[in-house]
């Protein structure tokens, strides 16, 4: 039987006798148990579970409920509350009735009756100062309604009776924060502070101590409540009701086993209270008192020297976790310190997916275990181990020594509001209250080296990211050093083409008009009609020429009559200069507009591409279109020839390119489309430009 018990924090003597009363009955029936401290667990509508753990967290069979660990939470109060969290888990409530489930309640009413009633009729106190607990809390309201009620009760009788109600939220600090309140509204010293627990009590101690000059302080009488180990051990003797927290925690646990059973338990189990007399209040002392001042002293003595050894230990450990840099130096400082503080079990799990983890979540909660140690030997294999689900850890952490199953504690790691991971352990009793400022500083550390961690890794990619980012810039320029000097070189081989075609053709025909010319001069016989109209027909040709040498440079057409009119000439006169049969076709539709750039690169790469047709193709037909095609506008030429015989790819870049295919790749980079050329099938090439529409239409809007 594996049993869960919920309360609030294992550092007050409250919750520790209630949970050591469970451990060792546990213990004595041989009953596997998993503590789990919640710190004041709020539960709303927006956020109904809390962290609290569900069945399936560690495979529980059922759950011990200590309710001061719902302080706040005044309308959790039925089994249906229970259930929206554990469902139909068997669950046991210790110090709240909660209708519908077994609940082991303490009988406090007769008690702090008898106490008032002590105060004021065997003492003759008139003036009080009460310190409330936690607002909502179910205990603070119960033991203040009864303070009420009771001291009502006596005014009529005692007209001088007065009191004054303050809330110290059952800490030291808080009740010397209510202390210092009532001294400076009230001006004067209460003959007697009734304190809702014991801490409460302890802390109006140290408020004496930090006043002892005022000598009326001295004279004003403490109560608590809850009979707290310590009480005993304070100077005076604490006056208190006294709770049998172990008795409570026991009964707990026999009421939880023989629900899991299946046998009937009574609803609610109620275990008596009385008052335990001691000097604090004026009297004497009760037998339950130290017999002499000097086993008292000797008593208060032992437990300061250990209390004083054990706060040490805490410091230093926080200040060698703040000098740590790393999970190693974390794990040393852990390991260095476990021996002297007894712990034979204890894990540090690291979560990965934290942040607000809500109580259905837990079970998916993937654990680092960073530090295990089972049975005094740390467990070096999960050093190995990937993450894994924290139900997974616990089996696996049980299996390394199945033969002793100690009593384990988790307590959860938090970084402001994230959730980052848990300690697991088994301690002592006196070690248990200083675990909590040691899981601070635990979580802290982990936190710091988290984030450390998470820094080096950032910083690790960011230079991943700049060595990349410089090496693609290094290509990207060496690239761009190639276009460039392909640029420079398609530009100086066009003007010596152009040279060239001036020089043969041109300048001959020039010449050859300039020698007839000559020789119609020095003929005898006048020069006849023939003659001139020959001359006038080369003056002719030669001007045709001239002109279509200007329109190779820049087609001015283009801007004149468009870029429809300017292909259709081109193609025409392509067909009649070259003999092959070429097809043109424009679908664009109406209100599309090439901007200057867009028509004279499309435009050259038309021209380069039936030039290539005509040098190497060997083609009876070609088509050119320009339509759109699913958002694009698509330019194909095609022919049906012997096809691209180059070692190209796809995209036309190969290493025997020439100076005309890299320059069509350069004018589709220069307005943004892709250039693709590909065999037609079942014969020929295909030149193939693809323009995004969205570039015409941002185009458009300009």
């Not at 925690?249 to 939880?256: H, Q, W, Y």
């Amino acid at each position: 039987m594996r049993i869960g018990v919920v309360l609030n924090i294992l550092d007050e003597e409250y919750q520790i006798s209630v949970y050591k009363g469970i451990e060792q009955k546990a213990k004595a029936l041989g009953i596997e148990l998993i503590c789990f401290q919640q710190e004041n667990a709020k539960i709303t509508e927006d956020e109904p579970v809390s962290r609290f753990p569900g069945k399936e967290f560690f495979d529980l069979d059922g759950i011990i409920l200590v309710t001061s660990v719902i302080t706040g939470n005044a309308d959790f109060t039925t089994k249906t509350d229970v259930q929206r969290i554990w469902g139909d888990l068997p669950v046991v409530s210790v110090g709240q009735k909660i209708e519908g489930l077994p609940s082991v309640l303490i009988e406090t009413e007769d008690s702090m009756k008898q106490l008032v009633e002590h105060l004021i009729l065997t003492h003759n106190y008139r003036r009080f100062l009460f310190i409330s607990g936690a607002e909502d809390h179910p205990d603070a309201e119960v033991r203040e309604q009864i303070f009420i009620k009771t001291m009502e009760a006596y005014r009529p009788w005692f007209s001088d009776l007065h009191y004054v109600l303050k809330r110290g939220y059952f800490t030291e600090v808080a009740a010397i924060r209510a202390m210092s309140e009532y001294m400076e509204e009230e001006k004067s010293v209460p003959d007697v502070v009734v304190c809702a627990n014991d801490n409460m009590a302890i802390g109006v101690y140290k408020y004496f101590k930090i006043h002892c000059n005022n000598k009326a302080i001295k004279e004003c009488a403490v109560t608590g409540f809850d009979d707290i180990p310590q009480a005993r051990f304070e100077i005076p003797s604490l006056t208190t009701v006294h709770q049998p927290l172990n008795e409570i925690g026991a009964k707990s646990l026999e009421l939880i086993k023989d629900l899991v059973k299946g046998k009937n338990v009574p609803q609610e189990v109620f275990i008596e209270s009385r008052v335990v007399y001691r000097k604090s209040c004026g009297c004497k002392g009760s037998k339950d008192d130290f017999a002499t001042d000097e086993e008292q002293f000797r008593a208060m003595q032992a437990n300061y020297v250990q209390s004083e050894t054990l706060l040490r230990m805490v410091s230093h450990i926080g200040q060698d976790l703040n000098y740590g840099e790393s999970f190693g130096a974390l794990k040393y400082v852990v390991r260095q310190n476990l021996n002297q503080l007894g712990m034979n079990n204890f894990s540090i799990l690291r979560f990965s997916n934290g942040n607000l983890i809500k109580g259905p979540e837990l079970k998916h909660i993937l654990v680092d275990p960073l530090f295990v140690r089972r049975s005094g030997n740390e467990c070096y294999e999960f050093d190995r181990e990937m993450k894994m689900p924290l139900g997974q850890f616990y089996r696996r952490f049980y299996e390394i020594d199945p033969q002793t199953k100690p009593a384990m504690i988790l307590k959860f790691l938090f970084a402001g509001n994230n959730l980052i991971g848990c300690i697991f352990y088994e301690a002592d009793e006196n070690v248990l209250p200083y675990l909590s400022s040691i899981a601070i500083n635990l979580a802290h550390g982990l936190n710091r080296m988290a984030i450390a961690e998470e820094k080096r890794k950032h910083s690790e990619f960011l230079e991943r990211e700049v060595n990349e980012r410089t090496k693609e810039l290094v290509e990207a320029n060496n690239k761009r050093m190639e276009v460039e000097a392909e640029i420079l070189k398609i530009s100086e081989l066009e003007r010596q083409r152009f040279s060239n075609d001036l020089h043969d053709d041109i300048c001959q025909r020039l010449a050859g008009i300039s020698m007839l010319c000559r020789s119609y001069s020095n003929q005898d016989t006048p020069v006849e009609k023939s003659q001139m109209l020959e001359l006038a027909q080369l003056i002719g040709e030669t001007l045709a020429t001239t002109r279509q040498y200007a329109h190779n440079s820049y087609p001015v057409e283009l801007e004149s009559l468009g870029m429809n009119h300017s292909l259709s000439n081109l193609c025409n006169t392509f067909a009649a200069q070259s003999g092959i049969h070429c097809e043109y076709e424009w679908g664009m539709p109406k209100g599309v507009h090439f901007d200057k750039i867009q028509k004279l690169n499309i435009f050259r790469i038309i021209q380069e591409a039936l030039h290539n047709v005509l040098k190497h193709s060997k083609a009876k037909n070609v088509w050119v279109s320009v339509k759109p095609e699913a958002r694009k506008t698509v330019i194909k030429i095609v022919d049906d020839g012997v096809g691209f015989l180059n070692d190209s790819d796809e995209n036309g870049k190969g290493k025997n390119n020439g100076l005309g295919l890299n320059s069509m790749q350069y004018r589709a980079n220069q307005i943004g489309a892709s250039f693709v050329i590909k065999s037609n099938k079942p014969n020929g090439t295909c030149v193939q430009l693809s323009l995004s529409n969205k570039l015409l239409e941002d185009k458009n809007k300009k």
